[in-house]
């Protein structure tokens, strides 16, 4: 098997389109075409991790973190990490491929499967993204409408929540004169024609959008279909920053931090005042997340656990929420398994393992 086939099928289930405009994620190096031998799955590229695929013998990488990130590698030389390590994949044939903020994103990405470790239920997302989701409006013959309807919902599209095969339908009169040079479905040249026709909007996730249009066009009937495509406003619950949920019952604020601390493996955690003697709401964003501590205050949690929070935003809990650092490697460290289980249901037959490096780059003694 290629490697190509598990790029194809990561990009469809961690769908690198959700990433932020300055993130690096999806497909970072190597050779698609080369046979595939297992994958390690890790949340930073390091040297010890090449070295581990390498004694493993699995030629493709698969980080939450990308290494090739920021304003760019300029030079590949031996005198950085970052060129020993490229030189050292391409001479090994190991592939890399990266899921960074696409899976920050995703409402059961990295802040999802923290909140499921520590109990954490209902959860919604914190701060979700607009301008993700389109409307297409079309219109056909009255009696093609079934065959055009199922074309669209077979390529993603009346997806709203948990319900699926919605569309606004009306019926009404449309009107064409076909010209010289044209083969009309119906009606003749040179005459004004009046078809019984079907109005049909449905919603669709905008990264479908090629594959929508591409099957309009295949099953519509018409030589020259109508349709419009419009970007809604509307939020899309499923992407965005951070999650919220609710614990099953309220718990003392000192128990469930020493919850955290367990299931995080933290001998510490960074807390502002716990003006809050029990806590049962809970918002987490895995990472960097202080740019959403507004948003936990809106949603009325009683805690907001994330990493990086600076010594100035800790004064943003106002005494109306606790916020509390847990580091951004250890609120992202279960990155790893969401991956692996991706990896290892689809293609069970191959080795894919996480890799042993167990810590990030922030020691606490």
């Not at 990433?19 to 994620?25: A, H, K, L, P």
């Not at 914190?126 to 309807?149: G, I, N, S, Y």
Request: charged fraction near 25%; aromatic fraction near 10%; charge should be negative.
């Amino acid at each position: 098997m290629k490697l190509q086939e598990v790029i194809d099928y990561l990009n469809a289930t961690l769908m690198p389109y959700y990433q932020e405009d300055y993130d690096n994620s999806g497909f970072l190096l190597g050779d698609p075409q080369r046979e595939y031998t297992g994958s390690l799955v890790a949340l930073d590229l390091t040297p010890d991790v090449i070295e581990e695929a390498i004694d493993k013998g699995l030629n493709f990488i698969v980080t939450h973190h990308p290494f090739l990130f920021g304003k760019g590698t300029r030079r590949i030389t031996t005198r950085n990490e970052t060129g020993r390590m490229i030189y050292r994949l391409i001479e090994n044939g190991i592939a890399v491929y990266a899921a960074h903020t696409n899976l920050d994103n995703l409402r059961w990405g990295v802040s999802g499967i923290l909140a499921e470790k520590l109990g954490v239920k209902n959860c919604r997302v914190l701060q979700p993204k607009r301008q993700l989701l389109c409307k297409m409006v079309t219109f056909c013959p009255e009696k093609q409408a079934d065959k055009v309807r199922q074309a669209l919902h077979d390529a993603g599209a009346g997806k709203i929540g948990h319900y699926s095969h919605c569309s606004y339908n009306m019926e009404g009169e449309g009107r064409f004169r076909p010209e010289e040079g044209s083969h009309p479905f119906v009606g003749k040249q040179g005459e004004v024609h009046r078809e019984p026709e079907t109005r049909i909007e449905v919603i669709f996730e905008k990264r479908l959008e090629h594959k929508i249009v591409e099957q309009l066009l295949k099953h519509h009937p018409y030589e020259e279909p109508a349709y419009d495509i419009l970007t809604l406003e509307n939020e899309y619950p499923e992407v965005g920053g951070g999650v919220v949920g609710e614990l099953e019952a309220a718990m003392t604020t000192e128990d469930f931090l020493q919850m955290v601390k367990q299931v995080t493996g933290l001998p510490v955690v960074r807390c502002s005042h716990l003006c809050k003697p029990k806590v049962q709401r809970v918002a987490l964003c895995g990472g960097s997340g202080s740019f959403l501590i507004g948003d936990a205050k809106s949603a009325g949690a009683d805690i907001f656990l994330t990493g990086d929070l600076k010594y100035h935003d800790f004064q943003q809990a106002e005494e109306e929420i606790i916020l509390c650092d847990i580091g951004h490697y250890e609120s992202e460290q279960f990155a790893k398994e969401i991956i692996y289980r991706i990896i290892s249901e689809k293609f069970c037959t191959f080795a894919c393992q996480i890799s042993d490096r167990k810590h990030g780059y922030v020691n606490y003694i």
